[in-house]
């Protein structure tokens, strides 16, 4: 069965079509790159899928569940809305971090919060807490973070900011996780810091969704990419089927690029 499904998704911001009805789906582990040009709808596409922007028509399952479905009026309300957004984790081009929060601080706050929920969490407290706090650090262990977790943002690095704003979306265990050009804001040193952090989790069973303008790292980490092109997806295949495929809009966008 898929992890993630993606079916005749349509979204329009006033009368302008962003998405024009996308059609993909993921098995687990899978690694799936999307690349296309500025405004092609990317960004869009993962908002989407993570209930950030409520899409204007379509559906979505993730594991199987319909997150949203506009013919059955799914992910429309609250509650509905929660649901499809804690099976997704997102990182941001830009971290978006709690500045006030250490690192460790920033990994734990979604579960400490989600905790609270548990029925068992008044009797339980002191466990629950110290279970989140070891996944935390572990979680930032596998990120190369052990030594910073006191740290504050401001005294991190533009790429340890971002190994932490991964670990806070591990965090959660989510089904699918998400990345936005999670290297655009960083010079080519730091690039390759959290390149390789997000090449390790490729190793694992993580299945991953990567909006990226890295064409070699897209091409060496992908079993998959997907090229957008005005709200539609243009191609769809291995990394060598598409970069070597002779779709036209494909030629030209990675012509641009090398240009
Ligand atoms: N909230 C919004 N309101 C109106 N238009 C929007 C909104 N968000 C995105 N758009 C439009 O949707 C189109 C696609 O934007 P999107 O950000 O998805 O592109 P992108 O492929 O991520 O581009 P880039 O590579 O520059 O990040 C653009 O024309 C943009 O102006
Ligand atoms: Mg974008």
């Known amino acids: 069965m898929a992890i993630l499904e993606v079916n005749n998704l349509y979204k329009s911001f006033g009368k302008t079509e962003v998405l024009?009805?996308?059609?993909?789906?993921?098995?687990?582990?899978?690694?799936?790159?999307?690349i296309g040009a500025s405004g092609s709808g990317k960004t869009t596409l993962l908002r989407?899928?993570?209930?950030?922007?409520?899409?204007?028509?379509?559906?979505?399952?993730?594991?199987?569940d319909a997150v949203y479905d506009s013919s059955a009026n799914t992910g429309k309300s609250k509650s509905d809305q929660r649901r499809w957004q804690l099976a997704c984790g997102l990182v941001f081009q830009s971290y978006n971090l709690?500045?006030?929060y250490s690192a460790l601080d920033n990994v734990m706050l979604a579960p400490k919060l989600l905790a609270k929920e548990r029925p068992d969490y008044k009797a339980n407290k002191k466990q629950i807490?110290?279970?989140?706090?070891?996944?935390?650090?572990?979680?930032?262990?596998?990120?190369?973070?052990?030594?910073?977790?006191?740290?504050?943002?401001?005294?991190?690095?533009?790429?340890?900011?971002?190994?932490?704003a991964i670990a806070r979306a591990?965090?959660?265990?989510?089904?699918?996780?998400?990345?936005d050009e999670p290297t655009s804001a960083l010079d080519p040193q730091l690039t390759q810091e959290v390149l390789r952090v997000i090449?390790?989790?490729?190793?694992?069973?993580?299945?991953?969704?990567?909006?990226?303008?890295?064409?070699?790292?897209?091409?060496?980490v992908s079993d998959r990419i997907i090229f957008m092109a005005d709200g539609l997806i243009e191609a769809d295949?291995?990394?060598d089927a598409v970069f070597g495929g002779d779709n036209e809009k494909l030629r030209t966008f990675l012509g641009n690029i090398e240009g």
Do not use: W
């Not at 006191?150 to 005294?155: A, Q, V």
């Not at 299945?207 to 070699?216: G, N």
């Open 237 to 239: 295949g291995t990394p």
């Open 48 to 64: 989407c899928i993570n209930a950030l922007e409520i899409p204007t028509s379509g559906k979505i399952l993730i594991d199987g």
């Open 98 to 100: 709690f500045p006030q």
């Open 129 to 164: 807490i110290e279970e989140i706090h070891s996944h935390a650090l572990s979680l930032l262990e596998r990120v190369g973070l052990s030594d910073k977790t006191g740290n504050y943002p401001c005294e991190l690095s533009g790429g340890q900011q971002q190994r932490v």
């Open 170 to 179: 591990l965090a959660l265990s989510p089904k699918v996780l998400f990345f």
């Open 20 to 34: 024009r009805g996308i059609d993909f789906s993921m098995e687990k582990g899978e690694v799936l790159s999307i």
């Open 199 to 220: 090449r390790e989790l490729a190793e694992t069973e993580m299945t991953m969704v990567i909006v990226t303008h890295e064409m070699k790292f897209a091409h060496d």
